[in-house]
């Protein structure tokens, strides 16, 4: 699925939909089937947004990190538009979960290697810094292991509570999904687009309102969704949907006080 505005292109970048339970694994379903009991049904979404002179990915997928994922994945499904893991220029992060992240670095020949060598990796500050310093927060090897490779040999760039490291590309940090969780922002023109990770994770985020127990601040993440859905109806951004699984990339097209906000998908606007 994609949408093409002018000079930037943005595409859905689709890995798959898995049932996450507790144990916090991804364990692959198919696209139509219901999650297990007690589970959450995600899909994975990086976006790849191509302008003039970048090719920009907003998040990087799952990697190693789930049930047969590997970082093969997002190298084919950019092999579909005719780039190449080294024509990434940039690689934004919304927030630092390992569904978002695991894409950046893969073992597939047995040791760590940068899944995009030419890149820069924009990450918040204060959640890298937190991340990095994990003092027993995590006893997965894999992880810890994973996280000193890329503050190695990454190109990490530190981005403040609101920066724009490009005339087109912005962030904002919100917080709530994660202590630092961030909304990354095309904006440009009538380039318009929005995605806040799980913040707004899902379609489903603009029929009701609720708040979600995985959530670093429940309370914090509902207010900035509630803003989040404002801004993207008032001011006509295209939303980015990271867990949707069918319609990732959707307009917010109106709002009635009784019955909350209607959306439409750019595959329904443009078949129509």
Not at 19 to 48: C, E, Q
Request: net charge negative; aromatic share 12%.
């Amino acid at each position: 699925m994609s949408v093409t505005k002018d000079l930037i292109q943005v595409n859905a970048l689709y890995e798959g939909t898995f049932s996450v339970g507790l144990d916090k694994k991804f364990v692959r379903i198919n696209r139509d089937d219901p999650p297990k009991k007690g589970s959450l049904k995600l899909s994975i979404n990086p976006f790849l947004i191509r302008c003039r002179d970048k090719n920009i990915l907003f998040d990087a997928g799952l990697g190693d990190f789930g049930e047969d994922t590997t970082t093969d994945i997002i190298r084919n499904n950019l092999e579909k538009f005719k780039l190449s893991e080294y024509d990434i220029t940039d690689v934004f992060t919304s927030h630092l979960h390992y569904d978002h992240i695991g894409g950046l670095a893969g073992k597939s020949n047995g040791y760590w290697e940068l899944t995009f060598p030419e890149a820069r990796l924009w990450v918040s500050r204060n959640e890298w810094e937190k991340l990095t310093h994990l003092d027993g927060a995590t006893d997965d090897e894999t992880k810890i292991d994973f996280i000193h490779f890329l503050d190695a040999r990454a190109d990490i760039q530190f981005l403040d509570e609101k920066d724009q490291p490009y005339p087109e590309i912005r962030v904002w940090e919100v917080g709530g999904h994660t202590e630092f969780s961030q909304v990354l922002f095309v904006d440009k023109e009538d380039h318009k687009y929005m995605m806040a990770g799980d913040v707004i994770g899902r379609r489903m985020a603009f029929q009701k309102k609720f708040k979600a127990k995985f959530d670093f601040d429940p309370d914090k993440a509902l207010k900035k969704r509630e803003e989040l859905k404002k801004l993207a109806y008032e001011h006509n951004y295209t939303v980015l949907a990271y867990h949707e699984s069918k319609t990732p990339i959707f307009n917010v097209t109106g709002y009635d006080q009784d019955q909350g906000y209607t959306t439409e998908s750019i595959a329904d606007r443009e078949s129509a």
